[in-house]
């Protein structure tokens, strides 16, 4: 992962000069006036922990795993949020990590979580380090450690008649994906963060990958888990469903590391399809493609991947990253890409009714070319937001979901905010949506958002994401649909699920965690706040 941006360095890919002529134009877009500096102009503060702290550490993962250099600590601070890529490449590492310690297995967690519990030592999971949300940034703290599970990267067993796969959490999804595939199976999450993300952060963020409609969400993919905690073990899926009281499995998925650590996830797997069709649509607003795509989710039948993107990111081309500034033949309307699976049998008789019923609500089917395009450039758009940097702009995604009833009011209300402080602060934005993911009862919206870097992008970017905040809370939406809380979400989380829920997750928190040393400040407000 490279240290400043996203994904391999190689795959980077500069704008052309027409899209970078566009954003100058369009949104008065100027160059940055100095470049991101190098990693070996990053310097980080001398660790805070003692060479006791150290030397502990060791005696329970091992010295060689107890890592202080320079490299270590910058690669494992923050996420990859646009905040928190400026930061970085200003040179701003306030938050790096006091020591990056590598555990092996479920004992070597246990042993640090005990251990730092007992030292009063700050621990931050890493997985992939994709975070979006400030989930990787503790608060509060005197000191931490990032908790780094890439030695636990196995997949531990496969029950080929339940179907079912043990996965440790440090595998990452193309490797998991590779290891499953050699046995016929596939776990059909493929999340925009797939090629860097793990199982364990899949798990802790509640992740929803691009072929929901068809695999369904990572939370409903999970059927155990195992957690370390400071007070010991949860060991947690004797059945795939349970009336054995309230599932604790809930309790641990989307807890973003604030109560315990992953050490192994057991997942639903499923055969390898024998082929696969993309196609794209058109309709002629976002409106009339949201109820067609309502269509779909509530009478079926339902395909794999079913998303539709609004007149703005149409025109601009967002659905196929790769080809910016290009998107229908006449930029008109909204595309829709609709991805089918399995037998050639089975795929042209879903084909056929799913046709039948986007024709009914006004669509017209463009063919496979924009399914294709959009099914090979699906990871491309966050090599997009790194080009886009390099240039001066500010691009940044924030999503959200509600009921089918309250989609185009959430829509206006996100829109609407982020259009108007941005403007107001003198940087008037690019503003583009996309629902993906979709259920008989509602649906996700995705907004990017493009605009001048201006003379504080960090300070514009904040008061316009605070503004979002309130209005998704305002419309009835919920804060976040697959990215998570983090310390970017966590006060309007608290507002969605009020007072008495924020109270019953600190009261798990206390039990787990007494000393409060897990993800501080994540999720949970901090009590001395």
């Known amino acids: 992962m490279l240290w400043s941006g996203w994904g391999d360095p190689a795959k980077a890919t500069p704008l052309p000069d027409s899209v970078v002529g566009l954003l100058r134009d369009l949104l008065g877009v100027k160059p940055v006036e100095a470049p991101p500096k190098a990693l070996e102009e990053i310097e980080v503060a001398a660790t805070r922990l003692s060479g006791g702290d150290l030397a502990a550490l060791g005696a329970e993962v091992g010295a060689a795993n107890v890592l202080t250099g320079v490299e270590a600590r910058v690669r494992h601070t923050r996420g ?91 595998l990452r999804a193309p490797q998991a994906e590779a290891l499953l595939r050699e046995r016929g199976y596939t776990l059909g999450h493929f999340p925009q963060s ?49 009336a054995a009281g309230p599932d604790l499995r809930q309790l641990v998925l989307g807890s973003e590391g604030a109560f315990g650590v992953i050490t192994s996830v057991t997942v639903k797997i499923h055969p390898v399809p024998a082929s696969a069709a993309y196609e794209g649509w058109r309709f002629g607003s976002f409106e009339a493609g949201a109820a067609a795509l309502r269509r779909i989710a509530q009478d079926g039948p339902m395909p794999v991947v079913l998303r539709l993107s609004d007149e703005t990111e149409t025109m601009i ?85 509600t009921f089918w009833s309250g989609i185009p009011a959430l829509y206006e209300a996100v829109k609407g905010a982020l259009t108007t402080t941005l403007a107001g602060a003198g940087t008037p934005p690019l503003v583009m949506c996309h629902i993906s993911h979709v259920y008989p009862a509602g649906a996700s919206l995705y907004f990017t958002v493009v605009s001048a870097q201006g003379e504080d992008a960090l300070a514009h970017w904040e008061k316009a994401k605070h503004a979002a905040n309130d209005a998704i809370i305002a419309a009835g939406g919920t804060i ?12 309007w989380y608290a507002r969605e699920i009020g007072p008495l829920g924020m109270d019953v997750l600190q009261a798990v928190k206390d039990r787990l965690d007494p000393a409060g040393i897990l993800n501080p400040g994540v999720l949970i407000v901090p009590e001395h706040e």
Not at 199 to 212: E, K, N
Not at 215 to 242: C, H, I, K, N, Q
Not at 354 to 383: C, Q
């Open 480 to 491: 976040s649909h697959h990215h998570g809380v983090g310390t970017d979400h966590r006060d």
């Open 317 to 401: 081309g967002l659905a196929d990253p790769g080809a910016v500034g290009g998107g229908l033949p006449d930029a008109a309307g909204c595309l829709a890409v609709i991805g089918f699976e399995g037998t050639p049998d089975e795929i042209t008789e879903r084909q056929i009714k799913v046709r039948a019923a986007l024709r009914e609500a006004g669509g017209e089917l463009l063919g496979d070319e924009p399914g294709d395009k959009w099914r090979h450039g699906r990871f491309n758009a966050p090599y997009l937001r790194d080009a886009l940097l390099d240039v001066g702009a500010f691009a940044e995604t924030l999503e959200t979901a």
């Open 194 to 242: 797939y090629e860097w993300a793990t199982i364990g952060g899949f798990a802790a963020a509640r992740s929803s990958g691009q072929a929901s409609a068809g695999y369904g969400r990572f939370d409903e993919m999970v059927v155990g888990l195992t957690v370390a905690t400071p007070e010991g073990d949860l060991d947690l899926g004797r059945a795939p469903r349970s």
């Open 80 to 170: 990859k949020s646009t905040p928190d890529l400026l930061r970085i490449r200003s040179g701003e590492t306030a938050d790096a990590p006091d020591a990056v310690v590598l555990p092996g297995s479920h004992d070597e967690v246990l042993a640090a979580l005990r251990l730092c519990s007992q030292r009063r030592i700050a621990v931050v999971p890493f997985g992939g380090g994709t975070s979006v949300v400030g989930g990787l940034a503790p608060q509060g703290v005197t000191s931490f450690v990032a908790l780094d599970l890439r030695r636990m990267d196995a997949l531990v067993s496969i029950d080929e008649v339940s179907r079912t796969a043990v996965l440790q959490p440090g």
